[in-house]
């Protein structure tokens, strides 16, 4: 079970952490996120050995990483704009993947709103 936390009101330029709790020894954990009227879209993910990858919206804002003595994935978000504003969703799954339907587990989602 993934516990997602963190989500909340930010103005643009702020700063967020977002964790996910529950992540186990799977081979990749990753984050999606999804605003109002779109679809569920890949942000980043992170192997066992370490791996990343970003979307590119996110590149050089966003990083993912992990701390396994806490079977914790957390998101730092920075530069946050209005466009991040959407529900974060973390995963865990078997495979290295930017795709949502490759993962088997998710959070309940947190909510980021990044105000102009």
């Known amino acids: 079970q993934l516990q997602a936390s963190g989500g909340g009101l930010v103005q643009a330029g702020g700063s967020l952490r977002l964790s996910c709790q529950g992540t186990g020894r799977t081979l990749s954990k990753g984050w999606f996120r999804q605003a109002p009227g779109k679809e569920r879209e890949f942000v980043a993910v992170i192997s066992r050995i370490g791996d990343t990858n970003y979307a590119d919206s996110v590149k050089g804002r966003f990083t993912i990483s992990t701390d396994n003595a806490k079977n914790t994935v957390y998101l730092q978000m920075a530069s946050l704009k209005p466009e991040d504003t959407a529900i974060y969703y973390c995963?865990?799954?078997?495979?290295?993947?930017?795709?949502?339907?490759?993962?088997?587990?998710w959070g309940q989602g947190t909510l980021v709103t990044v105000s102009s």
């Open positions: 995963a865990a799954g078997p495979t290295y993947s930017t795709r949502p339907r490759s993962y088997a587990s």
